[in-house]
């Protein structure tokens, strides 16, 4: 069987718990969503606008219930352990057209300045996409 798409694998609904990994190679580790669709889980970023050594940094979320919408959208920030940054994502968790589930995400990095007149170069943007990191399920 060529090429075709075997809708029997096809996610009924798109779930953030799990690993992942985006288009910078960062990986990260999403725990359980609660009943109030809190989570918790670590990152560990492959870049740096720092010089500092990098270590698995712990980030929380949360996401709309999916009893309503099984491409949930969500947020969650980074609380950056080896830097005095904070990173905040929002995004949506969608089940493409082969069937497999995207995280597709905008994010805000704000990094420590050390005074107000720096203040309007202390924050970057960008997008990251996401996909399931399989490997270690
Ligand atoms: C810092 O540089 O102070 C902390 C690390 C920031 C990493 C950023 S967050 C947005 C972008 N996406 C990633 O996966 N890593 C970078």
Redesign the pocket.
């Known amino acids: 069987l060529c090429c075709g798409i075997n809708t029997e694998s096809l996610p009924f609904q798109c779930v953030l718990t799990g690993k992942w990994i985006?288009d910078?190679g960062?990986t990260m580790t999403i725990g359980p969503v609660n009943g109030d669709g809190n989570f918790g889980g670590s990152y560990h970023?492959?870049?740096?606008?720092?010089s500092n050594k990098i270590q698995v940094s712990p980030l929380q979320g949360s996401q709309h219930p999916t009893k309503q919408n099984s491409q949930p959208t969500f947020g969650f920030s980074v609380k950056?352990s080896f830097?005095d940054?904070f990173?905040v994502f929002t995004g949506q968790c969608f089940v493409d057209e082969n069937g497999n589930e995207v995280l597709k995400t905008m994010?805000l990095?704000r990094?420590d300045v050390d005074k107000i007149q720096d203040d309007w170069k202390a924050t970057r943007v960008?997008i990251?996409v996401f996909t399931r990191l399989h490997s270690q399920e």
Not at 45 to 50: L, N
């Open positions: 985006n910078l960062s970023t492959a870049v740096s606008a720092t950056w830097s940054s990173t994010w990095l990094s960008g990251n």
